[in-house]
């Protein structure tokens, strides 16, 4: 590809809140990752909350309102958010307007020789009557933010559930069918995987948190009252999050689900410290 025109059609940039002071907030981390299409005249931003700073200050709570371009128009409000400590939460929108959809199927036979995708058996339809389930299951879920979509609060809840095996059943039926509804499922539950208490940045580096950076970080889960929500809310330090880079590109894909919850899997054992014996997997993941 010719990177002087990929440039000329898609530029990306990322920013930080800060205050008027030029200050970040103490306790959360806010970024406005801003994709520009100077052919179309439009621009996508994806704007991503944290409250998983190494040196967190608990539960945060607050109201939550959204506004772009100069007339400050609002497109996202929330009132009374429970920002849970280790979660992030993730909203996408359109500037000035959303251009119509284009619908990508990718070459999932590409993808399995390329060992990105399962080898799946491909001569095994999939029913169009899946597709309306999971479109209708999708449509009653907690899609908003700090809900938990198709996933399943309590992670180590035994028994068959969707989200269980190599990829989740939403994922498998996406690449199979590469439907335009199977991929709101996809990305949808990608975004609210942040959701879950698993992921820490390092406040010095800016960084998904290594032990090399914090050999004696310990994470405790009875702080803040995790003692009566983690019924609710129950990481697993067994379950891997699915991460959905591929169709996205996005890095909130990449980073949260794979090295923080590397850094929480390593962070934790019984609830006691974790020295320096865990921080190779960080790097290795």
Not at 50 to 76: F, M, P, S
Not at 185 to 191: E, W, Y
Not at 211 to 218: A, E, I, T, V
Request: proline share 8%; aromatic share 10%; with cysteine.
């Amino acid at each position: 590809m010719d990177f002087d025109k990929f440039l000329a059609f898609v530029t990306e940039a990322h920013k930080d809140q800060v205050d008027q002071a030029g200050k970040p907030d103490a306790d959360l981390h806010a970024r406005f990752e801003v994709r520009c299409y100077p052919a179309i005249n439009a621009a996508r931003v994806s704007v991503v909350v944290e409250n998983c700073w190494d040196d967190w200050a608990g539960h945060v709570g607050y109201d939550a309102a959204i506004t772009l371009g100069k007339d400050a128009r609002g497109v996202y409000a929330k009132q009374g958010v429970r920002h849970r400590r280790l979660s992030r939460w993730r909203k996408v929108f359109w500037w000035p307007a959303e251009p119509p959809r284009v619908t990508v199927a990718h070459d999932l036979a590409y993808l399995v020789a390329a060992g990105v995708a399962p080898n799946y058996d491909t001569s095994r339809p999939i029913p169009e009557t899946a597709l309306v389930r999971l479109a209708d299951h999708w449509s009653k879920a907690d899609t908003d933010i700090m809900g938990n979509g198709s996933l399943t609060k309590y992670m180590p809840t035994t028994g068959g559930r969707p989200e269980i095996g190599p990829y989740p059943e939403w994922t498998a039926v996406y690449l199979r069918t590469m439907d335009p509804r199977a991929k709101t499922v996809v990305l949808g539950n990608a975004d609210l995987a942040g959701s879950w208490p698993i992921h820490v940045r390092s406040r010095q580096t800016g960084r998904p948190m290594t032990l090399d950076d914090r050999p004696d970080f310990w994470i405790n889960g009875y702080k803040d009252g995790d003692r009566y929500t983690r019924p609710h809310w129950k990481p697993d330090r067994i379950a891997v999050p699915d991460s959905p880079y591929t169709p996205e590109g996005k890095e909130y894909h990449l980073s949260p689900d794979v090295a923080h919850h590397s850094a929480k899997r390593v962070g934790t054992r019984g609830s006691s410290r974790v020295g320096q014996c865990g921080s190779r997997l960080v790097h290795r993941m």
